[in-house]
């Protein structure tokens, strides 16, 4: 593995880090590199050509999602979304409000949701917004 992306700093997305001792760990503002901290402006960021860290603050502030386009579609690994059904309002959530708008930013690329605890999905009309 090469590299390790952090939808954001909760202990159950970020405990098994150590698992990839080689790899490259990106998370909403900087890359880590061995005990390298390589920062860079928070936000949007290409990870390869078809790879991007995009910023959806709203269950943290500091949230991002991985767009992955491969052939079948644009697959969005988030955590916007805990799971196929929602919840539509996030109980642990910083700014529902962010959070929202950052659903909709997700929906208008991705043909694939994999969110934080659950299985991946299809968005449709009932997709909680």
Do not use: K
């Not at 952090?6 to 150590?18: E, G, I, K, L, Y």
């Not at 909403?28 to 390869?48: E, I, K, N, Q």
């Not at 500091?62 to 805990?82: F, K, N, R, S």
Request: with cysteine; aromatic share 8%.
């Amino acid at each position: 593995m090469t590299d390790v992306v952090f939808s954001h700093h909760h202990p159950d997305h970020t405990v098994n880090t150590a698992l990839f001792p080689a790899a490259d760990i990106h998370d909403h503002w900087a890359t880590y590199t061995g005990d390298l901290w390589v920062s860079r402006d928070p936000g949007d960021f290409a990870l390869t050509g078809s790879v991007r860290l995009v910023a959806t603050p709203g269950h943290t502030n500091e949230d991002i999602t991985t767009l992955a386009a491969t052939p079948d579609g644009v697959y969005a690994c988030t955590h916007a979304w805990w799971g196929p059904d929602g919840p539509a309002v996030d109980p642990l959530g910083a700014d529902q409000a962010a959070l929202e708008r950052s659903r909709e930013r997700i929906l208008a690329v991705a043909t694939v949701i994999v969110p934080g605890h659950g299985p991946a999905f299809r968005p449709g009309p009932d997709t909680p917004r």
